[in-house]
């Protein structure tokens, strides 16, 4: 473990603390920051001498079995994304896609190489599994596994949770600024590709066209190919109600809490804007994906290929019916209210304290 901010170290501390019934060994590559002192937690830290693979395999193969057995441990919880393959203790492995996440160390100490190689027989060893919803996309396909499908538990998201006071603007100054006080459709992922940001302005002058809208559409980021966008967009019948803003220049959570809905098409599953948009209360329009529904379930409007459910057809039907965009800003929020890590460590205390204790 590393890192006060890391999401995984939050969700330890809070587990800890509710659990002083619990004896708990802490095992890191360095202090972990604000760890409260309490005589049910001992710390052990062993530094960053495992940056070679032969030596890392050798600590968890061999090394942590021994220490597991000498201090007579009832259960190993590899919140790090790593557990040993031999050990005889009942594992809880907290499985990690992202490189930056493993053991909290960087993608040098723990090199994607030797996880992937390891992912598989460590899933096989693991008495449970635990996936958050950030890094569930990366791993879904492993778990079309039925054994390891069984395992298998969400702990849902516990990473920094909340639009900073900041992005609450109830003046409406950025909108002001951006778009002269008119409202807007906002999108921050998907439009970079070529072929995607012309499908969003296909669908935006659709909606142009027969909604005689003033809506604005702010598309934040820099396209892939710059010459490629700047010929379509000029030659674009409604570009001047077209706003592109370079990263950096406004706040990310302010653009996106002053817009009047979100159009979220991601190249790669990635749930934080989506989390951001559901506590802002700005309703979303996107593709059907396995971890949206996941989350957000029908608070979101999603996109399909039957007749009616296009994205122009999405971005007219939110804008023609106020009760149900209120309907949907309220469930993304009510929803979003229960993504808490207080939440996420009784799901986790109820594994802990359930079946595999047992």
């Known amino acids: 473990m590393e890192g006060a901010a890391s999401g ?24 972990i920051a604000d760890l409260p002192s309490a005589t049910h937690i001992e710390t052990l830290v062993f530094g960053n001498t495992l940056k070679a693979a032969a030596a890392r395999s050798w600590w968890y193969d061999r090394t942590l079995p021994d220490y597991l057995r000498k201090c007579k441990a009832e259960r190993f919880i590899g919140f790090g994304g790593i557990i040993s393959t031999t050990s005889t203790v009942p594992q809880l492995l907290m499985l990690h896609n992202r490189p930056e996440n493993r053991a909290g160390f960087s993608e040098k100490f723990v090199p994607d190489a030797w996880y992937r190689k390891r992912m598989v027989p460590m899933m096989e060893k693991a008495d449970h599994i635990l996936v958050d919803y950030k890094e569930r996309p990366g791993v879904a396909a492993y778990f079309e596994n039925e054994a390891y499908n069984r395992k298998w538990q969400e702990t849902g998201w516990f990473g920094n949770l909340g639009l900073p006071d900041a992005a609450t603007d109830t003046t409406n100054t950025l909108k002001q600024q951006l778009t002269d006080g008119r409202e807007y459709f906002f999108c921050e992922e998907g439009w970079r590709n070529t072929e995607k940001g012309i499908a969003i302005l296909l669908a935006y002058a659709a909606f142009k066209k ?11 980021g820099t396209p892939d190919d710059p010459e490629a966008w700047q010929k379509k967009l000029g030659s674009f019948r409604f570009k001047n109600d077209v706003k592109t803003v370079p990263s950096g220049s406004f706040s990310n959570k302010e653009l996106l809490s002053q817009s009047f809905a979100c159009i979220y098409l991601p190249e790669r599953e990635d749930v934080s804007p989506l989390i951001n948009a559901m506590q802002a209360g700005v309703p979303l329009i996107a593709e059907p994906q396995a971890v949206f529904t996941a989350i957000a379930g029908d608070s ?3 996109i399909g290929k039957e007749p009616g459910e296009t994205l122009s ?46």
């Open 210 to 220: 027969r909604m005689q809208s003033g809506l604005q559409l702010v598309l934040l």
């Open 313 to 358: 057809d999405r971005l007219m039907q939110i804008y023609r019916d106020d009760s149900a965009r209120e309907q949907r800003r309220r469930k993304a929020m009510e929803k979003s209210a229960e993504l808490t890590l207080q939440n996420t460590t009784a799901k986790l205390l109820k594994v802990i304290e359930g079946s595999f204790f047992r």
């Open 300 to 302: 979101i409007l999603y």
């Open 8 to 31: 995984a170290t939050l969700l330890l501390k809070d587990l800890i603390m509710s659990t002083t019934h619990h004896h708990w060994m802490l095992m890191s590559n360095k202090p």
